[in-house]
Nanobody, 115 residues
Framework: EVHLVESGGGLVQPGGSLRLSCVASGFTFSTYAMTWLRQAPGKGLERVSSINSGGGTTTYADSVKGRFTISRDNTRNTLYLQMNSLKPEDTAVYHC????????RGQGTQVTVSS
C-alpha cells in the first residue's frame, strides 16, 4: 500500500521560509516522478512543482517559480519542497503525490503565511 506522509508545515511570516518533507513507502520511490500539490481555502487543487525520478528535471507553477525548490533523496525515499519568500497567497494545505498524474497523494501539511 502506498503511503505518503508530509511534514514541515506551520505558521510563518511573509518573507519567511519553510522546508516541507514527504516520506514515501509502499512503492519503488526512485522509479517515479513526484509532485507537490496545494489547496488553498475554498479553492481547488493546484500543481506546484514536479520532479523526475532521477531529480534532474523539475517544473514549477509560475506563481512559485524562483521562490520554491523541489528536490528528492532517493536513498531516503524522501521528497522535499524548499519554500522561500513566502507570501500570504501561499497559504494552503500542501500534498505530495506520486507521479506526474499526482495520484495517490498524502494527507497534507498546513502552511499558513501571515503576520
Amino acid at each position: 500500500e502506498v503511503h505518503l506522509v508530509e511534514s514541515g508545515g506551520g505558521l510563518v511570516q511573509p518573507g519567511g521560509s519553510l522546508r516541507l518533507s514527504c516520506v514515501a513507502s509502499g512503492f519503488t520511490f526512485s522509479t517515479y516522478a513526484m509532485t507537490w500539490l496545494r489547496q488553498a481555502p475554498g479553492k481547488g487543487l493546484e500543481r506546484v512543482s514536479s520532479i523526475n525520478s532521477g531529480g534532474g528535471t523539475t517544473t514549477y507553477a509560475d506563481s512559485v517559480k524562483g521562490r520554491f525548490t523541489i528536490s528528492r533523496d532517493n536513498t531516503r525515499n524522501t521528497l522535499y519542497l524548499q519554500m522561500n519568500s513566502l507570501k500570504p497567497e501561499d497559504t494552503a494545505v500542501y500534498h505530495c503525490a506520486r507521479g506526474l498524474v499526482a495520484t495517490p497523494r498524502g494527507q497534507g501539511t498546513q502552511v499558513t503565511v501571515s503576520s
